[in-house]
């Protein structure tokens, strides 16, 4: 399992056919806390790939790195492994406001049960967002070999609160859980971020393994969508996040990512078209298979 800090060489293919190797420098203990504006210091971790071209995923037949012991067939690289991924809300909670509300401890402070998400000026729900793109990328992952466990198996349901779907991951003891949502942010601000944890005692143990596994899945989005890093949250994309049962009560790698803002026209067009969708999906398997399959170096 990947620690916390970490190298890892990356070969990657010029345009003119040359190999050269990227050493990035994965180092997260410094990441902003909760609340604190990335925009003065964006420069804080000299491990952050270059927004404009991320590291080229680990693994390939050139990479320096995969000596490593590997999965024995590169057809189920996943074989063995348990990935959740829980879509974020739930269609039926926008007419169960007494359930979903219901307070709960998320480790630090009382939380509501679950909330309804944002939704597109067209109407278009997050929830509906986040069990298609969760439903995709369960498909991905399938074919990669993973067992893949959903917290909700359709999107007409209410909750599960945000405790329950923490306990689920926990109980699997899942390699690793991604929580997808979509933002509803600034009509303005345009972007992906990953949401990681902070430290409180319970998820002692996984804040590196969530920090990497928050990296390689920014990395992997980045190209697969199009989607650009958010320009109002986070550092790079990363932002730690307290006051969040997923991540609070979490003890396996946990991250959630946001996958756009709702709430900005241009994101909401991606968004909510299903080919984007599958693309936001493979961007997703394709982290956590990167997480899953790279030594921690
Ligand atoms: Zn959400």
Known sequence: MPGPDRRRAVAVTTGVGVVVIITAAVVGSHLAGTGQSSTTTPATRSASPPISTPPARAGTATDPVASTPVPATTSNPLAGRVVVLDPGHNGGNFTATATIDQPVWNGREMETCDTTGTETDGGYTESRFNFAVATLARGDLEA?????ILTRPNDTGVGPCVTERTAIGNQAHADAVVSIHADGGPSSGRGFAILLPVNDGINAAVIGPSTTLGIDLRNAFLPATGMPISDYDGTYGLQRRDDLAGVNLTTVPKVFIEC????????????????WQVRAAQGIANGITEFLTSPPG
């Open 144 to 148: 990669e070999g993973a067992t893949v």
């Open 260 to 275: 756009g803002n709702m709430r900005n026209a241009t994101d909401a067009a991606l968004l909510t078209d299903p080919a």
